[in-house]
């Protein structure tokens, strides 16, 4: 099924609900999505004074847990809603973040950053939103220096059966309507089961890192499988 809405596009829904996404992602989530971030911080390589690059940024949240690791230097954190930078903007400046996180806008699928610049690249819930993954994959291999790392969170449907079933049922009978809901909004959440669902997980991703040129590419899953974490170095 086709969405009513070209995924180049996808931003500006985010500009329409940008002073919501934080209340709204905590509800859907059940709050599930602090545990996903920190899970994604501890897969950091032990490296002193990393420059990271967070794609798809949105309002700051994966860029602000990474500051907690005192290994992390810097973070640039980039997205192409301004509604949502500009949501994440006002969050640094509450938390005095201001120095050590830059936020700018721009499109994952075609960095303005010089090759082999950052120690590590993290993208949250973002690539499932962008039309060209694989682009989007091999520009995040280009800007990584050697050593680097690549984390991606994403969502995922569960192994098991039974659980699948259930997530399934939330997914395209319960999400949609909160989401109406709170959002006020009648495209970002009605969708989402189905961009989740056509979205290649697991191993089929992997595949795409390791196309894209990724080494020692893998995946854990979170929360009975509904969410993974998949990362893969530049060597
Ligand atoms: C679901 S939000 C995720 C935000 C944040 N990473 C998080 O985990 O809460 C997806 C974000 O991807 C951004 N986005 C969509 N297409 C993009 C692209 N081509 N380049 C950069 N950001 C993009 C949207 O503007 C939105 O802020």
Same mark, same amino acid.
């Given at each position: 099924?086709?969405?009513?809405?070209?995924?180049?596009?996808?931003?500006?829904?985010?500009?329409?609900?940008?002073?919501?996404?934080?209340?709204?992602?905590?509800?859907?989530?059940?709050?599930?999505?602090?545990?996903?971030?920190?899970?994604?911080?501890? #897969? +950091? @390589?032990?490296?002193?004074?990393?420059?990271?690059?967070? /794609?798809? !940024? %949105?309002? $700051?949240?994966?860029?602000?847990?990474?500051?907690?690791?005192?290994?992390?230097?810097?973070?640039?954190?980039?997205?192409?809603?301004?509604?949502?930078?500009?949501?994440?903007?006002? #969050? +640094? @400046?509450?938390?005095?973040?201001?120095?050590?996180?830059? /936020?700018? !806008? %721009?499109? $994952?699928?075609?960095?303005?950053?010089?090759?082999?610049?950052?120690?590590?690249?993290?993208?949250?819930?973002?690539?499932?939103?962008?039309?060209?993954?694989?682009?989007?994959?091999?520009?995040?291999?280009?800007?990584?220096?050697?050593?680097?790392?690549? /984390?991606?969170?994403?969502? $995922?449907?569960?192994?098991?059966?039974?659980?699948?079933?259930?997530?399934?049922?939330?997914?395209?009978?319960?999400?949609?309507?909160?989401?109406?809901?709170?959002?006020?909004?009648?495209?970002?959440?009605?969708?989402?089961?189905?961009?989740?669902?056509?979205?290649?997980?697991?191993?089929?991703?992997?595949?795409?890192?390791?196309?894209?040129?990724?080494?020692?590419?893998?995946?854990?899953?979170?929360?009975?499988?509904?969410?993974?974490?998949?990362?893969?170095?530049?060597?």
């Amino acid at each position: 099924m086709t969405l009513p809405y070209a995924k180049s596009d996808s931003y500006k829904i985010f500009n329409d609900i940008a002073g919501r996404y934080d209340l709204i992602n905590t509800v859907l989530s059940g709050g599930l999505h602090r545990i996903w971030r920190r899970e994604l911080r501890r #897969k +950091l @390589h032990a490296m002193p004074d990393q420059l990271i690059l967070d /794609l798809a !940024t %949105g309002t $700051a949240d994966v860029a602000i847990e990474l500051t907690r690791d005192s290994r992390v230097d810097k973070v640039i954190g980039v997205d192409l809603s301004e509604g949502m930078i500009a949501i994440g903007q006002t #969050k +640094l @400046h509450r938390l005095g973040l201001e120095n050590r996180i830059q /936020l700018q !806008t %721009g499109d $994952a699928q075609k960095l303005s950053y010089k090759s082999n610049r950052f120690d590590a690249a993290t993208m949250s819930f973002g690539i499932r939103n962008v039309p060209d993954v694989d682009a989007c994959l091999s520009e995040i291999y280009r800007v990584l220096k050697p050593n680097g790392r690549a /984390l991606i969170l994403e969502f $995922a449907l569960p192994r098991s059966r039974f659980v699948r079933s259930l997530h399934l049922f939330y997914l395209r009978n319960i999400l949609p309507g909160i989401g109406r809901l709170l959002s006020g909004h009648g495209t970002a959440y009605t969708y989402l089961n189905q961009t989740i669902e056509e979205f290649p997980y697991g191993s089929n991703f992997v595949g795409l890192m390791a196309k894209a040129g990724f080494q020692n590419a893998g995946f854990q899953s979170l929360t009975f499988g509904i969410v993974n974490l998949y990362w893969g170095d530049k060597v």
